[in-house]
């Protein structure tokens, strides 16, 4: 489970630094699929990650709007203050974690059961789904993208 989160962040963090280069009013432009625009992409990735991980420990949900994270920087202020937790949550993470349940309501107000260990996958595919929608949004406006290569990024250390 640790190395597709920290998978994640080492890429969200090229991204990060990727947006540096791009001026703001292309990382704020309306784009067709997503949630709208590069930073908005980016601030839902933190907002997800960070909803979900407090949803399975039954603590509050974050739910300030965009409006008040609309820059590079507040996004990158807003993931460094709920790495920690995020972080502290994976970490801590073991196989017993796994199958335990995770009740739910619906947008419609029926009820489900998830396991954590799929709540927690879907969280790293979730990410790995909207860097994806990155990718092509950097190659519409002429910049190559972060490479999303799992390779050499030593998430998983050879034995010696």
């Known amino acids: 489970?640790?190395?597709?989160?920290?998978?994640?962040?080492?890429?969200?963090?090229?991204?990060?630094?990727?947006?540096?280069?791009?001026?703001?009013?292309?990382?704020?432009?309306?784009?067709?699929?997503?949630?709208g625009?590069?930073?908005?992409?980016?601030?839902?990735?933190?907002?997800?990650?960070?909803?979900?991980?407090?949803?399975?420990?039954?603590?509050?949900?974050?739910?300030?709007?965009?409006?008040?994270y609309a820059s590079l920087e507040q996004i990158r202020a807003l993931d460094r203050r709920f790495r920690p937790d995020v972080e502290a949550f994976v970490t801590a993470w073991e196989p017993s974690m796994e199958t335990r349940p995770l009740p739910s309501e619906r947008p419609d107000g029926t009820s489900e059961v998830h396991a954590w260990g799929e709540v927690m996958r879907h969280v790293i595919a979730h990410e790995i789904h909207h860097v994806g929608q990155l990718s092509v949004w950097a190659r519409e406006i002429g910049r190559a993208p972060v490479s999303a290569n799992v390779i050499r990024k030593g998430l998983i250390v050879p034995s010696t």
């Open 37 to 68: 625009s590069i930073l908005k992409t980016l601030f839902h990735i933190v907002d997800v990650e960070y909803s979900w991980i407090m949803f399975m420990q039954d603590q509050p949900d974050f739910e300030d709007p965009f409006d008040m």
């Open 1 to 35: 489970m640790q190395p597709f989160f920290r998978y994640n962040w080492i890429v969200r963090e090229q991204w990060y630094a990727w947006c540096e280069e791009v001026p703001e009013e292309e990382l704020l432009k309306a784009r067709t699929g997503g949630v």
